[in-house]
T-cell receptor, first 109, second 115 residues
Framework: AQRVTQPEKLLSVFKGAPVELKCNYS??????LFWYVQYSRQRLQLLLR??SRESIKGFTADLNKGETSFHLKKPFAQEEDSAMYYC???????????FGKGTTLSVSS | DAGVTQSPTHLIKTRGQQVTLRCSPI?????VSWYQQVLGQGPQFIFQ???????GRGNFPDRFSARQFPNYSSELNVNALLLGDSALYLC??????????????FGQGTRLTVV
């Protein structure tokens, strides 16, 4: 079965601290993985995808097929990073995104 | 630059009633997908339409149906509403089927409350 697990419902850190949002997946074959972010009162938007290997807003994520993980990392958190983060993968038919339950990141000063 | 637009933004319905939600994709996008997001959960896939044909269906009862029009806009219909249908309904549009560089863009959602 295709599944995405985000074990943390809430992650609270201080400004300047490192951040790691965990994501584990279950998938047969080579998955396409994404991180979506939803800031307060804004729509869900793509943060980054594993195929592009980009760093967006200082965030990076590496696909680890051995551990079936795609954790999102940032070395120094900013208050504006506070948001809901969803890990997702594309189903094998390419028709749907399968989302995790999301992790709320709260960055305080 | 108009993004994905959904209407209405909020809706209150009574159990047993029927509801229609609407979505206009980004200009040039031919694929529209619908997701249900219950409080505290991630979005759950309901339907995908591409070139006016249903290409994917999630694990939802037959009370849920959708269609895509020649201008690529879409409607989601839910019949015989249950309290458990209360959720945020998200529409996403993309150029085509997901995969590779194809990105899904989401609307603001329609908040449906069933009382």
């Amino acid at each position: 079965a295709q599944r995405v697990t985000q074990p943390e419902k809430l992650l609270s850190v201080f400004k300047g601290a490192p951040v790691e949002l965990k994501c584990n997946y279950s998938y047969s074959g080579s998955p396409e993985l994404f991180w979506y972010v939803q800031y307060s009162r804004q729509r869900l938007q793509l943060l980054l995808r594993h195929i592009s290997r980009e760093s967006i807003k200082g965030f990076t994520a590496d696909l680890n097929k051995g551990e079936t993980s795609f954790h999102l990392k940032k070395p120094f958190a900013q208050e504006e990073d506070s948001a809901m983060y969803y890990c997702a993968l594309t189903n094998q038919a390419g028709t749907a995104l399968i989302f995790g339950k999301g992790t709320t990141l709260s960055v305080s000063s | 630059d108009a993004g994905v637009t959904q209407s209405p933004t909020h809706l209150i319905k009574t159990r047993g009633q029927q509801v229609t939600l609407r979505c206009s994709p980004i200009s040039g996008h031919k694929s529209v997908s619908w997701y249900q997001q219950v409080l505290g959960q991630g979005p759950q896939f309901i339907f995908q339409y591409y070139e006016k044909e249903e290409r994917g269906r999630g694990n939802f009862p037959d009370r849920f149906s959708a269609r895509q029009f020649p201008n690529y806009s879409s409607e989601l219909n839910v019949n015989a509403l249950l309290l458990g249908d209360s959720a945020l309904y998200l529409c996403a549009s993309s150029l085509g089927p997901l995969g590779g560089a194809t990105e899904a863009f989401f609307g603001q959602g329609t908040r449906l409350t069933v009382v």
